[in-house]
């Protein structure tokens, strides 16, 4: 069996040494949770309630869509990784434009967030409530949410929640607690931004991490933001070894992974350029980001923190569409584990073109969610859930 090299990695002020160890198998089983043929576009966003279960929602379509249209769809998954039966909450008949969707618990309701153009023309951010199925407009958002090509991004914060969304020139910010609020916006100082997310640490700080193309600022940044007003806080943040030469170092496929430790967050993505041999992995303040080497060309990476402060990373390999999962320990100073073979979604397929995770179950274990296809396919979305 091949060996994995690792270089030396430092999570927090602890130099961690990691060891050359060979990939472990894994049981894990995948599931289907959507139609075949979705769109290289649609977004997954997940959410954990409290009997332990997830709910994902996404941008899919489905056998009642609109013509050239998807559907915001809720999908649930038990605790055991089983996925159930899927609803559409909104349909692509009765909008004339849906944005890929965010979901978030403020307080206690349980929000999709999204951009969208009613039938009646209202151009808006809004929200729909999971339990209610109320729909609120926040009307003076104009018609920023919907000519975002990342789609909406939202967190919970102690201020009423926050969304945001990407533009040509700027992300569009927006909290949730006033209908009528204005929007604010995160200057660029080109085209263009992508993939915004954020990052809603401990004590109230709110960032945004997003993808740029601008020129001469291309790569990964992290901008703080009010979290009562949205407007910007201090200079941006650019995540190193996010860019090589100009380009960036990394596929941009999906929502910047964010996972937030108490009142710090950390980045992960596929370092390099042209090629990615490396997967890159940034603590929010630190001036380094720490590097390692899988030994072959990465795809789609991401990160996600468990209850007790531990780190799930996860990446691919590029080439073949296998999953591969790896956890630090509590203090995040060192591997509890040698990398988990996660297996690939679907045998048939080798490409994997986003992959998403949440590792907030109190197990430990991690729920990921992956699209897959052949290379420039329309992909399929798959779930699976993966033990320590």
Known sequence: MARTRLHALTVTLVTLVLLAVASAA???TWH??????????SQVSLLRNADGSLTAIGLFKTVGSGVGGADIVRIPISSKGLPGVSQTLLSSNDWGILENPAVIRQADRSLVVFGGLSSAGADSLWTYDLDTAALTQYGSSGGGPTSSASGTSAAATATGGFAAWS????????????TAATPSSLPL??????????AALGGG????GYDSNE??????WFQQVDPTTGSAVGARVKVPKT??????SFPVESRVPIAVVGTTAYTAWAQGYPSTPRIGLWQLGATKAKLFSPGYTVGAVGVAATPTGALWVYWTQKTTGV????????ARTNWANSPITVGRPNASLETVYKLVGDASRADGKLDLVAAMAHYAGSPTWYHVLVKP
Do not use: H, P
């Open 323 to 330: 999953v591969y999962a790896m956890r630090t320990n509590k």
């Open 167 to 178: 533009g040509t020139f700027g992300i569009g910010t927006l909290t949730l607690g006033n």
């Open 26 to 28: 894994s049981a894990s």
């Open 32 to 41: 289907r949770i959507s139609a075949a043929g979705q769109s290289n576009t």
């Open 205 to 208: 700080g709110v960032w945004v």
């Open 189 to 198: 100082t080109g085209c263009c931004a992508y993939n915004q997310n954020f």
């Open 215 to 220: 020129n001469d600022a291309t790569g990964r």
């Open 243 to 248: 860019s090589v030469g100009g380009e960036f």
